[in-house]
C-alpha cells in the first residue's frame, strides 16, 4: 500500500507539513496517514487542578483522557488544516511514546515521511528541531522536511509554493 506518513503537533509547522504532504498524496494516490504522538504525564499545563484548604493542587489526568484529548486535537488540527474533502484518502493514528521513535516506527514501509522543520520544543532559535533532525538520521524511507518561508524568501516562487502547502518542483 502506498502511504505517506506526516507527524503534526498542532504547531504552525506542522500544519506546513500536514498541507505539504496531503498534496503530495493526491498527486500520488496514496494514504495519508497523520500521526500525532502523545506522552505520560503530559506537559504540566494539561495538567488539571484540584481545589483545596490551600488554594489548588495540580493534579495529572489519567492517561486515558490525555489520549482522548490529543484524538481531538488531532481531528480538529486535520479538519482545520484540511477541510472536509481531500482527493487521497487521509487515515488519523495517535501514538504514545517519545515523538522521533514513534514516528520513524510509523514510517516503516511508507513512501515517505513529512515533518515540519520545528515543532512544539523548547529551544525555538534551532534552525531544525530534534525530532525533524532524529527523523532524518533514523527513518528507513525518505524524510521530508518542509520549512516554514522566511522574510529572505518573499517575493520568490517557490516560497509562495511553500506557504500555500505544496511541494516545490
Do not use: K
Request: aromatic share 4%.
Amino acid at each position: 500500500m502506498d502511504r505517506i506518513v506526516v507527524g503534526v503537533d498542532g504547531s504552525a509547522a506542522s500544519g506546513t507539513a500536514l498541507r505539504w504532504a496531503a498534496d503530495l498524496a493526491d498527486r500520488l494516490g496514496a494514504t495519508l496517514e497523520v500521526v500525532q504522538v502523545w506522552q505520560y504525564p503530559p506537559d504540566l499545563r494539561d495538567w488539571e487542578a484540584l481545589p483545596s484548604n490551600y488554594g489548588f493542587l495540580p493534579m495529572v489526568p489519567p492517561p486515558e483522557r490525555v489520549e482522548q484529548d490529543v484524538r481531538a486535537d488531532l481531528a480538529g488540527t486535520v479538519m482545520g488544516v484540511l477541510g472536509p474533502r481531500r482527493a487521497c484518502r487521509v487515515e488519523r493514528r495517535v501514538v504514545e511514546g517519545h515523538p522521533a521513535r514513534a514516528l520513524v516506527e510509523a514510517a516503516d514501509g511508507a513512501m515517505v515521511l513529512v515533518v515540519g522543520r520545528r515543532g512544539h520544543g523548547g529551544l525555538v532559535g534551532l534552525l531544525l528541531g530534534s525530532v525533524a533532525r532524529a527523523c532524518s538520521e533514523h527513518a528507513a524511507c525518505p524524510v521530508v522536511i518542509v520549512p516554514r518561508p522566511g522574510p529572505a524568501d518573499e517575493g520568490r516562487p517557490e516560497a509562495a509554493s511553500a506557504e500555500a502547502g505544496a511541494p516545490v518542483s
